[in-house]
C-alpha cells in the first residue's frame, strides 16, 4: 500500500464555489450584479448556508464575489477558465511546496509587472490607477473587499503585459497561494492580523510603489517594488504555516 498515493478529497465549500462560479458564467452576470442571498443559494445548491458562506470567501480571493454587509454578495468581474484546480491540487498533495509556489508567483508578477511598465498606455494607466483606486477604496470596508480588490489588482497589473497566458497562469498561481493564506479566514471568518485595519496604511504602502513604478514608465523600480511586496507576503506565509 506504501506505493499508492493519498487522494486529497476536495473540500465541499470548493465545490459549491465552483457551482456559484459557474453559475455566475452560465446566467452572464455582470460586473455588480448582486447574487441571490445565501440562503437561496444554499437552498440552489443543496448546501447549508456557512458551506455558501465559505464558498463565497473563497470566491472573493479569486476576486470574483465582493461581501457587503447587510446588503449580499456581488460579483466583482467575470470568472475566466484557468488551471487554478490543477495547482491547488499539487499544493494540496504537497503543503511544503508553498514556497516554491511564492516563488513562481514572484517570477511571474515580476515579469509581468516590468513588461508593463515598459509598454504601458494612457488606457494601461487608467486601468492601474483605477485598481490601485478600488484598493484603497476597500479600507475600512469587509475583509471580503479588501481580499478581492487585492487580487484584482494584481491581476491587472500582470495583464498590462499584454499576454493573455502569463495573465491566466499568474492567476492560477496566485489564487492556490492566497487560498492557502486565507484558508483560516475562509473556513472560520478569522481576519488575519495584517488585514486590521490599523494595518492599513502599511498594506497600500506595498502597493503604492508598484503603479509609481508603472506611471513613470520605470521597469526596474517596479520590480523592486514587486519584490518588497513579495517579502511581506513570505511573512504572511510564515505565519500561516505555523498554524495547524
Given amino acids: ?28 452576470l455582470a460586473e455588480g450584479a448582486r447574487l441571490p442571498s445565501e440562503r437561496a443559494l444554499a437552498e440552489l445548491l443543496g448546501a447549508s448556508r456557512p458551506t455558501v458562506s465559505q464558498a463565497l470567501r473563497t470566491l472573493s480571493l479569486m476576486g470574483l464575489v465582493e461581501t457587503r454587509r447587510g446588503s449580499g454578495a456581488y460579483v466583482m468581474r467575470q470568472p ?14 504537497d503543503r511544503e ?14 515579469r509581468g509587472a516590468g513588461e ?8 494601461g494607466l487608467r486601468r492601474t490607477r483605477v485598481a490601485l483606486e478600488r484598493l484603497h477604496g476597500s479600507i475600512g470596508g469587509t475583509t471580503s473587499g479588501w481580499i478581492a480588490a487585492d487580487t484584482i489588482f494584481h491581476a491587472t497589473i500582470v ?25 483560516p479566514w475562509v473556513e472560520n471568518d478569522e481576519v488575519p492580523h495584517w ?8 498594506q497600500m504602502a506595498l502597493h503604492e510603489p508598484i503603479v509609481a513604478g508603472i506611471e513613470s514608465r520605470d521597469s ?18 510564515g505565519d500561516r504555516s505555523r498554524r495547524p
Fill in 159 to 183: 495583464g498590462m503585459a499584454g499576454n493573455p497566458y502569463l495573465t491566466s497562469i499568474y492567476e492560477s498561481v496566485h489564487n492556490a497561494l492566497v487560498s492557502f493564506l486565507y484558508r
Fill in 116 to 123: 508593463a511598465a515598459g509598454r504601458v498606455d494612457d488606457l
Fill in 220 to 237: 526596474e523600480a517596479t520590480m523592486r517594488a514587486v519584490q518588497h511586496h513579495h517579502e511581506a507576503m513570505l511573512e504572511h506565509l
Fill in 1 to 28: 500500500m506504501s506505493s499508492v498515493q493519498q487522494v486529497v478529497v476536495q473540500r465541499l465549500s470548493d465545490e459549491v464555489a465552483e457551482r456559484i462560479r459557474t453559475f455566475i458564467l452560465d446566467e452572464g
Fill in 97 to 110: 511546496s508553498v514556497s516554491s509556489l511564492a516563488e513562481l508567483r514572484l517570477w511571474l508578477e515580476t
Fill in 195 to 202: 488585514l486590521q485595519p490599523d494595518e492599513a496604511a502599511a
Fill in 80 to 93: 475566466d477558465r484557468s488551471i487554478t484546480a490543477s495547482v491547488n491540487l499539487m499544493l494540496e498533495l
